[in-house]
């Protein structure tokens, strides 16, 4: 299972849930699919920069 199938499976995550009645798999599962989305966000943010930084060189001339 690689990143995109963890996010797309089950419910989605809803910050601030009650997770007493979650179970502990369904916990490591969670903290999966929250992994899986930083990394995602990290990614995106990453290539953004790139972008960014070639914007800035261009418009500093």
Do not use: H
């Amino acid at each position: 299972m690689d990143d995109k199938d963890i996010l797309r499976s089950a419910t989605p995550v809803v910050l601030g849930e009650d997770l007493a009645r979650l179970s502990e798999s369904e916990l490591d599962e969670r903290v999966a699919r929250l992994r899986a989305e930083i990394a995602r966000v990290e990614a995106e943010r990453e290539a953004r920069g790139g972008v960014r930084a070639a914007a800035d060189a261009l418009f500093r001339k």
